[in-house]
């Protein structure tokens, strides 16, 4: 999800990003429309107070007027409590924002609020609205023009008001777009459930599991890709399948002509004792034939490993003690095997894993012969049990570079040695690994030894 390169931290960024400015936009409109109308609402508070003011200032001079001095109107104190005109309880007064004067045509002033300034305004004696760097002053003209009410607002209050409210408006937005983003993050995640289950259904399989993948519940988006990916995988299924059954057959078809000839080869050696170029001629095709007949097995083993054979048929971890033993058994009758199989019989019980004893016993036989076969001749195969599920091989003999140890699970990899082989034999047992969700470890040199080689088998347990 936090990769930036995912697809639903792209739609989760652009989604936030586009409601964020849409969100931003309307706010602006709405503040635009909000500003013009709180201008028209105080300027008509400005107009309604300087006519309401009138009448007030007409009767207020009548028993205060003066011809010399200017009269000043007192206000309440703010913060002073007042009764309400019912009598229902007290508000607190606040600050008076209006403020006005009443002048005569000739511009002196008559009388003010108390809160007003003691030098005129500005605006001119008409009919009107003026406004200057303070204050924002509407002029009315009574009694015929001989009076001039101005009353003035000022411009902070205008500008303080507007802020306010704006900042109103601004302060849940920005404290709703995180939840907006968490919002969103769900909702997508939620949509695209359907595309991760796809994406770890084939994550989940192995390079063998060609098997459909489940879309019943997949958007319409991803269904055609689903069957594409399907179709492929059933022409790829084919292919493998035949490719593997040929290979089967094949090698099951060579076995029995090469173990004609090869008998044919070793009577022909007991009948030329006396002629030493035919024998030598008969030896060497004895060899090619016994090496045909290790290729056809190896064959065998490698279209067994890729058709899935691996995990124990019940499903539960067996017993594989009694199959190390046979392999062990089965390897020391051979010449290369004889007397050099090291290992302690008392710790076969105890090895369990999940996993086929057929599959087991060809990855044993495969890396004991690579053993015997590259190993120190007058060295032995040492074979450890750790634990219940790790059984180790390994023998003396060169260090194997790290170049070549990169590779020595490819097929017809083989490396730099003297030794006779296919180079089958690791890669049959890697697949048959990968297949059980079982590991494959090489190292060389062998842990705590200058020399030598070891392979790990790390055998899954359900």
Known sequence: MFSTKSLQF??????????????????????FTMYHEMQEVFDGSLVKSAYRYAPLIDDYLIHNGSDTQTVVVKSPDQGENKTGDRGEGEDEI??????????DPSGRIVLRSANSTEAPYSAPLLEGFYSDDDFRIYSAVVNDGT???QVAESLDHRHEAIVASVSAQFLPIILLIPAV?????FAVRQGLHPVRRVRDDIEARSEGNLSPIEQNDAPDEIHTMISAVNRLMEKLDAALRAERTFTAHSAHELRTPIAAALAQTQRLLLELPDNPQGLKRAQQTEESLKRLSRLSEKLLQLARAEAGVGLSPTGENQNLGVTLSMVIDDLERVSDGAGRIQCDPEQFDGLRANIDVDAF?????????NALKHGDDNSPVVIEIKGSNVITVSNDGDVVAADDMNGLTARFKRAQTKARGAGLGLSIVET?????GGKLTLQSPRPGKPDGFMAALWLRQS
């Not at 792209?10 to 409601?19: N, P, S």
């Open 94 to 103: 606040g600050e008076d924002y209006l403020m006005y004067q009443v002048r």
């Open 432 to 436: 048959i690994m990968r297949n059980t």
């Open 10 to 31: 792209a739609l989760t960024k652009r989604l936030t990003v586009m409601i964020s400015l849409f969100w931003i936009a309307g706010s602006l409109l709405a503040d």
């Open 147 to 149: 009076r001039i009410i």
């Open 181 to 185: 983003i968490i919002g969103i993050i």
């Open 361 to 369: 016993a060809i990855c044993l036989r495969n890396l004991i012969e």
